[in-house]
Every structure is written in C-alpha cells, then in structure tokens.
C-alpha cells in the first residue's frame, strides 16, 4: 500500500532563517505531488505541485521554493523565512487520473518567531 | 480560476441527527471531480466522499452521502446518524486537469457534534 511521510511535524525558526520541509510517497511510482498551506482558520493554498522529477510550477509568488530531486521525494525550501510563513503545511501525491484523489501527510506546523 | 465557496463557517448537529454542509463552485469546465475532506483536530486530511461531474448518480459512502446539482454548481455533503467522531472541519474540494489536478478548497465549514 502507499504511504506518505512528511516531516518535521512542528518546526519553530526565528526571522530571516532557512527552511526545509521533506515530503517522501512510497509504494507508487511517478505520482503528482504537491505542498499546500493552511493559515490559520482557512482552507488550503495550493504553493506547489510537480508532475515529475525536476518537474516544479509555483501557484503563489513568494520566498519559497519547491525541489523534486527524486521520484518520490518532494522538498519545500526557503532561504529566509518571513513571518507570514506561519502556517500548517501538508504535502500531498496523487495518481494522474484525474478522478483519483489526493492523499496528504500529516502535515507540518511552522511558527516563526 | 475556479472557486468553491463554502457559506457556512460553522455549523452544529445533534448526536444521531441528520446535518447538510453546503458547497457551491464556479467553473466553466465540463468535465472535474469534487471531494469532501474531513479535518479533525488531530489536522490529518481525510477524504470523505468524491463525485463526477459526469455521473447524475449522487455518490454514496455508508453515513455520508452527496447532493449534487451540475447546473446549479452545487454540491452539497449530508451527514445522516450523526456521531461525536464527526466533529471536524469540513472542506470543499474541486479538481480539474489543471495545475496538475491540485485541488481547490473552500474556506470550510467547523462541525459540532453535541450529545
């Protein structure tokens, strides 16, 4: 069967400081993935999402960047984290047929301080 | 861009009751799915029910099933039997082959179950 793990599942990071979120499926191969994030009280944002390996379209300008170096592995990064990159962020993979649905990790809580 | 819209930011059921979420969606596409996720405290995303565009059958699943009106862009979740578990928020999703199928969500609606 598959699974997803993503990881850390809380993160604290002051001001100004680098990020990296890891996404990792298992059990599929060459699935869709994707990284949203939850503000607070809110529905989800889609920030990213990839249809293959080096494959990354952006959703939302801002100071994140996606990276797909593996088939099944998925990576939200930034250089310097503002503090409005506060928020729950789940990764998600689905299969390319469209009817299929996404499954989602459980998720990372990001507090910037 | 498509939207969902969720119009009911809460909502509040009795155990064993019958309750209705709503969901209305804007697109000009004919062809997309739409989902109902269930978030309960613990934050996990867990799928409740999907539909067709192009099936006129309402999806059932066990206590759960949809209202679905294409024309009117409206897809409605019912919650029959409700039971304390349910208490989650609910979101609103819509899938077409953009963006690479991402889902769009609504806002969602918070549930409370009472006993």
């Known amino acids: 069967s598959q699974t997803i793990h993503q990881w850390p599942a809380t993160l604290v990071q002051p001001v100004g400081s680098p990020l990296s979120l890891e996404c990792t499926v298992e059990g599929t191969s060459n699935p869709n993935l994707y990284w949203y994030r939850q503000a607070a009280g809110r529905g989800l944002q889609l920030l990213f999402y990839s249809v293959g390996i080096g494959q990354i379209s952006s959703e939302v300008p801002q100071n994140l960047s996606a990276s797909r170096p593996q088939d099944r592995q998925f990576i939200l990064s930034s250089k310097k984290l503002l503090l409005s990159d506060s928020g729950f962020y789940l990764c998600?993979?689905?299969?390319?047929?469209?009817?299929?649905?996404?499954?989602f990790g459980d998720g990372t809580r990001l507090s910037i301080l | 861009a498509q939207t969902v819209t969720q119009s009911q930011p809460e909502m509040s059921v009795q155990e064993a009751e019958t309750v209705t979420l709503s969901c209305t969606y804007d697109?000009?596409?004919?062809?997309?799915?739409l989902f109902w996720y269930k978030q309960p405290p613990s934050r996990q995303m867990i799928l409740v029910i999907r539909q067709e565009a192009y099936k006129q059958q309402n999806a059932t699943e066990n206590r759960f099933s949809v209202n679905f009106q294409k024309a009117a862009k409206s897809f409605s979740l019912k919650i029959s039997d409700s039971q304390l578990g349910d208490a989650a928020m609910y979101f609103c999703a819509y899938r077409s082959a953009n963006s690479g199928y991402a889902l769009n969500f609504g806002k969602g609606t918070s549930l409370l179950v009472t006993p």
């Open positions: 697109t000009s596409e004919s062809d997309y799915y």
């Open positions: 998600a993979w689905s299969v390319v047929s469209s009817n299929q649905p996404q499954h």
